[in-house]
């Protein structure tokens, strides 16, 4: 059984960093693209970032481009956001999501497992 656990949510105040971080079980890790999406209240959930398995600088949200980093460690099966120079536009929910393919994508439907997600509250 394959699981996505976020973790590391939390309120800052603008301007302020966090990092989250999910860690997966029951998949060949190694083998999959991890990406990060995130949903505001009332809103369509959209995606942030992204890095193949087989490597690469990542893909960002243009909005989020300068400001977060995504990264992996295959040998710990974890993904990481770092997140710098928040502000209040990036509350959301942030989840991790797992897709087969090599190459990274922005579209939710080419993910096929997610998490239940981590809440993040920007203050300003």
């Known amino acids: 059984q394959v699981q996505l656990v976020e973790s590391g949510g939390g309120l800052v105040q603008a301007g302020g960093s966090l990092r989250l971080s999910c860690a997966a079980s029951?998949?060949?890790?190694?083998?999959?693209?991890m990406g990060w999406f995130r949903q505001a209240p009332g809103k369509e959930r959209e995606f942030v970032a992204a890095?193949?398995?087989?490597?690469?600088?990542?893909s960002y949200l243009d909005s989020v481009k300068g400001r977060f980093t995504i990264s992996r460690d295959n040998a710990k099966n974890t993904v990481y956001l770092q997140m710098n120079s928040l502000k209040p536009e990036d509350t959301a929910v942030y989840y991790c999501?797992?897709?087969?393919?090599?190459?990274?994508?922005?579209?939710?439907?080419?993910?096929?497992?997610w998490g239940q997600g981590t809440q993040v509250t920007v203050s300003s």
């Open positions: 999501a797992a897709r087969s393919g090599a190459t990274t994508s922005p579209y939710r439907a080419q993910y096929d497992y």
């Open positions: 890095f193949s398995w087989s490597g690469g600088s990542g």
């Open positions: 029951g998949l060949t890790f190694s083998r999959y693209t």
